[in-house]
C-alpha cells in the first residue's frame, strides 16, 4: 500500500471515530472523548453507571454491529466493539469520572426523597413537580438540587428502591429520615450508641443497625429513646415497630434494573448459620491476586485485602453490585485474637523497611512461607516467585503490604481447631452484615 492509500485509511478511521463519538453524544452522554489509541472511544461516567451506560449503548448501537464483550483485556467491567461497518476494529471503554456524583449523604437523601415522592402520589412519573410539595422528608437537602446533580443511574436507582418500598409498605404515613438534618435519627444513634458502651460492646453504629434512611410513622418520630434502659429493649422496641409497619431501618445500595430486599434480625439475639469451608490465597494464583478468600455454607465468601494501596487488610462479604458487608483491619485482627491471643497482623512500615533493605532476602523468606499455604506455588521455582513480585514494579509495595497481611490471616486461621474456626467465621460474617447478638431488624435492598 502506497504513502496515500496509508493515509487515506488513517483519515478514515478518524473519521469513523469522530462519527461514533458523535452518535454516543446523540444519545445523551455529555463526556465522550478520543482514547489513548485510534481505536478507543472513552465515555467518562460516574463509577457505579459505568456497567448501566455500557448496556444502554450497546443495545442503541446494535443496530451498528455493537456487541458488549467482557473480557478484562482493556478494561475490568469489559467493553463495546463492533461487528461490521461502519465502526468495525473499533472499541468504546467506560471510564470512572471523578469529577462528578453525589455524596454518601446525598445517595441517601435522594432515594428518601424519592420514596416519599411515591408515598405521596403513587401514580407519579417522578418528574420534578411531583417533589415541589413534599414536607415529610427529613434531611439537610432539598430534591431539587439532588436531583439537577444526580447522573441517570442514581435518579433510576431511586425510583427503583421507591417502587419496592411502597409495594412492601403502601397505606402507611412516613417521615422519611436521613441522617444529615434528622433529629429521629440523631435521638436514636445517641442512645443506642450508649446502650451499647454500657454494654461493654465495641462496635459501630453500622454493625448496630446499618440504616440509611429509617421510614418513621408521623406518631413516633419524637420518640423518647431515654425510657430504653438496655440495647435489647431498645431492639425489642424496634423489633415490635417493624412487624408493625411504622420503624423501618432500610439499608440501600444502588440498583440498576431489579431490587431484591432482605430482612435482618427479625430473630432478636440469634445469628445466622454459618459454616466454615476453606480458605484460598487468590483465586488468580498467589502472585497475581492481592487477595485471600475464607469461604462458608457452600459458596459465599469473605475477602481479605488492601482496598486502597498501601492501606492495611480488611474484609468484605463478596456481591456482584454491592458488598454485603465489611470489617475493618481492627475488628478483624480483634476477631483472630480471640481464639490466637498473640496474633498481630505484619506492621506495614516495618516490612516495607526490611523489603527495601534487602529485596531478594525479604522475597526468599516469603516464598518459603508462602509454600505450605498454597499448593500452587510447588510449580513455581523461587527464582521466578521473586522476578513475579518485583516485575510489579510500582504496584510491589502495595502487593507486599496486601498479602503478607492476608497471609498472617489465612495462617491464623488454618492454624485454628475446626471448632475455633467455626466461631471465628460465624463472629465475622455476623459482624461484616451486622446481624451480631446486639444488632437490631433492618430491611436492605439491593441489587441481586
Known amino acids: ?9 488513517f483519515f478514515l478511521s478518524l473519521l469513523q471515530r469522530q462519527k461514533l463519538i458523535d452518535s454516543i453524544v446523540g444519545l445523551g452522554y455529555g463526556k465522550v472523548v478520543e482514547g489513548k489509541t485510534r481505536a478507543e472511544v472513552y465515555v467518562y461516567l460516574p463509577k457505579t453507571d459505568r456497567k448501566g451506560g455500557m448496556s444502554d ?3 442503541k448501537l446494535v443496530k451498528d454491529g455493537a456487541v458488549y464483550l467482557s473480557s478484562q483485556k482493556y478494561s475490568s467491567i469489559g467493553h463495546i466493539e463492533f461487528e461490521g461497518e461502519p465502526y468495525k476494529d473499533l472499541r468504546v471503554l467506560m471510564k470512572p469520572d471523578a ?22 402520589k403513587p401514580t407519579t412519573d417522578y418528574g420534578l413537580s411531583d417533589f415541589s410539595n413534599l414536607i415529610n422528608v427529613q434531611s439537610s437537602f432539598t430534591a431539587e438540587e439532588l436531583i439537577g446533580k444526580a447522573s441517570a443511574g ?11 418500598l411502597y409495594e412492601l409498605y403502601r397505606g402507611n404515613t412516613f417521615q422519611f429520615c436521613q441522617r444529615s438534618n434528622s433529629t429521629f435519627v440523631d435521638n436514636i444513634s445517641d442512645r443506642a450508641q450508649d446502650l451499647l458502651k454500657e ?15 429509617w421510614l418513621v410513622h408521623s406518631t413516633l418520630t419524637g420518640t423518647d429513646f431515654s425510657k430504653f434502659k438496655s440495647i435489647e429493649q431498645l431492639n425489642a422496641f424496634l423489633l415490635k415497630q417493624f412487624n408493625a409497619k411504622k420503624i423501618i431501618g432500610v439499608s440501600l445500595k444502588q440498583v440498576a434494573s431489579k431490587v431484591t430486599v432482605e430482612t435482618y434480625n427479625k430473630e432478636l439475639g440469634k445469628s445466622k448459620d454459618i459454616k466454615f469451608n476453606n480458605t484460598s490465597l487468590g483465586k488468580k494464583g498467589f502472585t497475581n491476586s492481592i487477595d485471600g478468600f475464607i469461604y462458608y455454607n457452600t459458596t459465599s465468601s469473605l475477602v ?21 458487608g465489611k470489617i475493618g483491619n481492627g475488628p478483624l485482627e480483634n476477631a483472630i485474637q480471640q481464639f490466637k491471643p498473640r496474633f498481630s497482623m505484619t506492621n ?3 516490612m516495607l523497611r526490611e523489603y527495601k533493605k534487602d529485596n531478594i532476602k525479604f522475597l526468599r523468606n516469603l516464598y518459603q512461607r508462602a509454600k505450605p499455604l498454597d499448593s500452587r506455588l ?6 521466578d516467585f521473586i522476578s513475579q513480585i518485583v516485575d510489579k514494579g510500582a504496584k510491589t509495595e502495595g502487593y507486599l503490604v496486601s498479602k503478607v497481611q492476608v497471609m498472617d490471616v489465612i495462617e491464623a486461621v488454618e492454624s485454628m481447631t475446626a471448632k475455633q474456626r467455626s466461631e471465628f467465621i460465624q463472629y465475622v460474617i455476623s459482624y461484616a452484615s451486622s446481624a451480631l447478638s446486639v444488632s437490631s431488624v433492618f430491611v436492605k435492598l439491593y441489587q441481586p
Do not use: H
Request: glycine share 8%.
Open 99 to 120: 469529577s462528578k456524583g453525589l455524596t454518601t449523604d446525598e445517595q441517601e437523601s435522594l432515594a428518601a426523597y424519592y420514596a416519599a415522592c411515591k408515598f405521596s
Open 154 to 164: 442514581w435518579l433510576k436507582s431511586s425510583a427503583l428502591i421507591a417502587d419496592k
Open 199 to 213: 454494654a461493654n460492646f465495641k462496635v459501630g453504629l453500622d454493625k448496630w443497625n446499618p440504616a440509611d434512611i
Open 304 to 324: 481479605v485485602r488492601s482496598f486502597k494501596p498501601l492501606a492495611p487488610i480488611s474484609g468484605e462479604i463478596t456481591g456482584t453490585y454491592a458488598a454485603g
Open 348 to 350: 506495614k512500615d516495618t
Open 57 to 59: 449503548i450497546t443495545e
Open 1 to 9: 500500500m502506497d504513502t496515500s492509500a496509508r493515509l487515506g485509511v
Open 378 to 383: 510447588s510449580t513455581v521455582s523461587e527464582g
